[in-house]
């Protein structure tokens, strides 16, 4: 038996679904991408249209290749242009709330403290630790998910660009739909944008060696983890260097990616022999043994200053993130250490 539902909202062209007993869509729908949704992603798109499709689900059919726009196989991280035409194929549709999971009164406190800039085009958040950007994958609650929810008076709430779970620091979410797309086109036409990073990685960095320019490729391993790599036939990838402090067995050091490249920074420093401490998937049995030794039990990766063009003046704007306070003691443990020697 066929029932007609009617999925639609202010987002979309109305487009009505054919969805079975069983709760599957059964028909191919197409739908026309709108201007003032170009430059959003494929990936984020598709969850906003599936509302009541897991997120794990959504990144399965675009890896399988059921999703296409303008006849094609596209990634997640694709670009949506006006006037594309995206194939939305059959899924299957939940009858209860994907995910009704909630942010704790804890990170909700944490989530409003970190807070370094807010005005009504959009705010800036010190991202914790192990908190992810967003949901999927097994992840129930990420930040966006977790703002939504603190404020639900915001009408219009995305994230502006991405971090990785393990990495701390300044994250910028849109309050608007012309900011997003003003701000996302900055990032990709590196317009006045400056991203600074502070890491602490494994061993001496020479103070000469104030940039590495190494083409990245990404690779899939078992399970799905992606694992990047330096190779000839890699996307062109440069990472500028600069030490702020050597200790006896590391250095703080600060970089800002000029290209934006999947782990760009972790693995320009594990190719220049000198991983950040506290990088399970990059970093040496020495800096891990260092990394023991020090009770750092994280990645000592943090997005310390973003520099953008606000989306309203075109003036620079520049937000600051402190370092999280365990990651500044053992900068002060360090510098104890050093001194007592």
């Known amino acids: 038996m066929l029932a007609l539902r009617a999925f639609a909202s202010s987002w979309y062209n109305r487009v009505f679904i054919c969805v079975n007993d069983r709760g599957t869509v059964s028909k191919v729908s197409f739908y026309r991408v709108e201007v003032d949704r170009a430059g959003q992603r ?67 406190h944490q989530l409003d403290k970190a807070i370094l800039y807010e005005d009504d085009w959009l705010v800036a958040i010190n991202k ?18 977790s703002y939504r929810v603190i404020r639900p008076e915001l009408k219009f709430v995305e994230l502006v660009h991405r971090l990785d779970r393990d990495t701390s620091g300044v994250v910028l979410i849109a309050k608007k739909r012309s900011a997003l797309k003003t701000l996302q086109d900055a990032f990709r036409q590196k317009h006045e944008v400056r991203k600074t990073y502070w890491c602490l990685v494994h061993g001496t960095w020479p103070d000469d060696l104030d940039r590495v320019e190494a083409p990245l490729r990404k690779n899939e391993a078992n399970g799905g983890e992606r694992i990047v790599t330096v190779a000839p036939d890699g996307k062109p990838s440069l990472t500028r260097f600069r030490v702020l402090k050597h200790y006896d067995k590391a250095t703080w050091v600060e970089a800002q990616p000029v290209t934006g490249r999947t ?43 973003i520099r953008v063009p606000h989306p309203d003046s075109g003036e620079p704007l520049t937000v600051q993130a402190p370092l999280d306070p365990a990651l500044t003691r053992l900068l002060t443990d360090l510098s104890r250490q050093d001194t007592s020697r």
């Open 263 to 305: 782990h760009q920074i972790r693995v320009h420093t594990q190719y220049a022999g000198h991983p950040i401490l506290g990088d399970t998937k990059y970093q040496t049995p020495r800096a891990e043994a260092l990394c023991r030794s020090l009770g750092l039990g994280r990645l000592f990766l943090h997005a310390a200053q």
């Open 128 to 145: 914790p630790h192990g908190l992810a950007v967003h949901g999927g994958s097994g992840i129930a609650l990420g930040l966006i998910e």
């Open 42 to 108: 494929v990936d984020n798109f598709l969850i906003g249209y599936w509302k009541r499709v897991p997120k794990s689900r959504v990144y399965r059919v675009l890896r399988k290749g059921e999703v296409r726009v303008n006849g094609k196989r596209v990634k997640p991280e694709y670009r949506l242009q006006a006037d594309d035409e995206i194939r939305i194929p059959p899924v299957r549709v939940s009858e209860k709330p994907v995910n009704t999971a909630v942010p704790g009164q804890q990170l909700r």
